[in-house]
């Protein structure tokens, strides 16, 4: 071969050797720019995190009551319709008063018996009755007095003061019977008039100021034979016994009925108005008719089912949550609500209960806890299911980024970003709480304005869900 034909190969041969270092070159730069330009990024920045613990519960109301027939009987009226409000006590069905039983028909003057001893019982109070009780103890004690002295001054004398006291005033009293003798002497066959009125009544009671002090003169100087001392004796025992009662009926009414008498007496009331009841079905309770099963005419029994009333003011629901969510359930958290029948609506609830202890069903356990909803309108209606998320923590103004952005390596939790020079670099993090889309930073490198990699390389990671930290 020619030397001419060596030059123009050996000149091919280092064109296509430069040729592929360019190219080389070319296709290197290309590729880094292409994968950087396939990445998902956002950048870093403040934003709010609600952590919720999801659950699905019934509508119920908050107080519900079947409200059921006492007697037999055939019923008269019904005055309730199913959606009308009642209050506590309301009629709302009666019997016929011919188709009662007989006990039932009794209870009536059974219950005016029992009320009127009640009120009597409760009158014992009253200050007139105390006054009448305590002068009739008065009396009584004054009663013993004269007749213990009366008693004493027959079997026993008395001072010689006191007789020759007594004695005087006999003898004034004599001279006075004897005088009102006299004047009336000369009227005595007349007509009657007023004078002889006043001096026939004047000689009586001169009379009877004589006898009296004639007595007691006696009596002073013991001179009383066993007949006036054991009629002395009977009238001592009687004015005792009268006091004797005096005092336990003043103690009665002073202290009023005792617990026992009260309890009693409102036992007997209780009981005849039980019976009486049997007649009609009233309202337990403050709420809605809704259901009503009886029409007049109806033969009805006991424990047959009359109505249903709901306390509707009130809806509830209750929900499961698991062993792993209930420690981060509280009473007082909000909650939301929304329910598959009631489109394009979301409800607000408040968590109300929550149960201390676990029920294993079906190898789970499962605590309940109690929601009440308190923007509930007439589309919300028991027996609904309802969809809730209790919202168990709730942070503003956080540095927060995408858990699909999380990346564990070599057991530290990371993020990929793009620094200023283009370059694809990893900065360590610690989480605090987290929601479904996003976690707390509480710490780490990681500053507001970083461009955050959504879909850094697969390598070692964990990616996607709640990553964890140190918070709800």
């Known amino acids: 071969m020619s030397r001419r034909n060596w030059i123009i190969i050996g000149g091919v041969a280092i064109v296509l050797v430069i040729g592929f270092i360019i190219f080389r070159n070319i296709s290197g730069g ?15 920045d403040l934003g709010s995190l609600v952590a919720t613990v999801g659950a699905t519960g019934e509508v119920r109301a908050s107080q519900t009551a079947t409200v059921f027939w006492k007697s037999t009987g055939t019923v008269d009226e019904v ?12 009629l709302l069905a009666t019997i016929r008063k011919e188709t009662l039983s007989q006990g039932v028909i009794l209870a009536q003057a059974d219950l005016v018996s029992a009320e009127d001893a009640l009120e009597d019982m409760y009158e014992t109070f009253d200050e007139q009755g105390l006054a009448q009780a305590s002068q009739a103890l008065a009396n009584a004690q004054k009663a013993v007095e004269d007749a213990e002295r009366y008693y004493n001054n027959l079997s026993s004398p008395a001072p010689q003061v006191d007789i020759d006291q007594a004695k005087a005033n006999l003898i004034l009293a004599e001279d006075k019977l004897d005088d009102a003798q006299e004047d009336y002497a000369p009227y005595a066959n007349k007509p009657d008039s007023t004078e002889k009125a006043a001096y026939l009544s004047a000689q009586a009671q001169a009379q009877k100021d004589y006898d009296n002090a004639l007595r007691l003169y006696n009596n002073l100087r013991g001179i009383a034979n066993d007949t006036d001392l054991a009629i002395a004796e009977a009238d001592l025992e009687v004015a005792r016994e009268q006091l004797l009662d005096a005092e336990n009926e003043f103690e009665r009414i002073s202290s009023g009925p005792t617990t026992d008498d009260i309890a009693a007496a409102e036992a007997r009331v209780d009981a005849a108005r039980a019976a009486l009841s049997s007649a009609f079905v009233d309202a337990p309770f403050e709420g809605t008719v809704t259901q009503s099963f009886p029409a007049s005419g109806d033969i009805i029994g006991p424990s ?26 509280e009473i007082g958290q909000p909650v939301e609500l929304s329910f598959d029948a009631i489109l394009n609506k979301e409800y607000q609830g408040e968590v109300v209960e929550v149960s201390p202890v676990g029920v294993l069903q079906q190898g789970v356990v499962n605590f309940m806890a109690t929601i009440e909803l308190v923007d509930a309108d007439e589309d919300v209606r028991p027996g609904m299911t309802a969809a809730v998320n209790i919202v168990v923590n709730q942070l503003n103004n ?11 390596m070599e057991g530290e939790r990371i993020v990929y970003i793009i620094d200023d020079t283009g370059e694809l670099t990893t900065v360590p993090i610690t989480l605090g709480a987290s929601s479904e889309e996003v976690s707390e930073v509480v710490a780490g490198d990681l500053s507001i304005g970083d461009t955050i990699v959504l879909n850094p390389p697969a390598a070692n990671f964990f990616a996607g869900g709640p990553p964890g930290g140190n918070g709800p």
């Open 398 to 408: 956080v540095l927060v980024v995408p858990n699909r952005a999380v990346r564990v």
């Open 30 to 44: 290309s590729g880094d720019a292409a994968q950087l330009g396939q990445f998902q990024t956002v950048e870093a």
């Open 79 to 90: 005055l309730v319709e199913v959606g009308d409000l009642v209050q506590e006590a309301d």
């Open 304 to 329: 047959d089912v009359a109505f249903r009333i709901d306390d509707l003011s009130r809806l509830l629901v209750d929900v499961e949550i698991s062993e792993i969510d209930i420690n981060r359930v």
